[in-house]
Structures are given as structure tokens and as C-alpha cells.
Nanobody
């Protein structure tokens, strides 16, 4: 079983930056993609950004140009650099990793709170 641990959340003023990290408990094989999702109070969980095993990325329209996803395979870690944060970015951010044996749901982290004040 793979465990994912997110870190880097916190409280920041609008316009500020945060960098989220998601570290896996062990090396993960046959990765399809790694992604960051978020869920704001009263809203459904949504995809923020994802990066495939080949390095292709995709972003939600609301974060394009402000957020950047990257990965360090040697450290089994995926990052989300968040710049120009807005109050509407406030949510719990979750890391997800999908593999060939866990392609549907994948593995989830416990989440990290990001709060952006106006």
C-alpha cells in the first residue's frame, strides 16, 4: 500500500505563494499520472493539475498561468507551486497518484489546508 503525505499548506494573503509537496512512502511503479485536487466547503472535489508519467501536464482553467506542477522521481515527490493566490483558491488540497494497478481511484493523501485571505 502506498501512503502519500502532503505538506506546505497554510494561510497566505491574496497575491502570495505557496508550494505544496506530496511525498510517497515508497517508490511507485507503473505510474499513470500524479495530480493535485482541491475541495472547497460545499463544493465537489476538482482537479487542479496533473502530470503524466511522460511529463505532460494539464491544469484547470482557473489556475493556468498561476500554478505549476512538477515531480522529482528520485524523491517520489510531486509538487504544486501556487503563485498569485486568490481567495477562491481556498480549499483542502489532495494529492493523488494513479497506477496501472490502481487506475480508477488511485492513492490519496490526507489533504492539506490552503487558506487565502483577501
Amino acid at each position: 500500500q502506498v501512503q502519500l503525505v502532503e505538506s506546505g499548506g497554510g494561510l497566505v494573503q491574496a497575491g502570495g505563494s505557496l508550494r505544496l509537496s506530496c511525498a510517497a512512502s515508497r517508490s511507485i511503479f507503473s505510474i499513470i499520472d500524479m495530480g493535485w485536487y482541491r475541495q472547497a466547503p460545499g463544493k465537489q472535489r476538482e482537479l487542479v493539475a496533473a502530470i503524466t508519467s511522460g511529463g505532460s501536464t494539464n491544469y484547470a482553467d482557473s489556475v493556468k498561468g498561476r500554478f505549476s506542477i512538477s515531480r522529482d522521481n528520485a524523491k517520489n515527490t510531486v509538487y504544486l507551486q501556487m503563485n498569485s493566490l486568490k481567495p477562491e483558491d481556498t480549499a483542502v488540497y489532495y494529492c493523488n497518484v494513479r497506477t496501472e494497478v490502481a487506475a480508477l481511484e488511485g492513492y490519496w493523501g490526507q489533504g492539506t489546508q490552503v487558506t487565502v485571505s483577501s
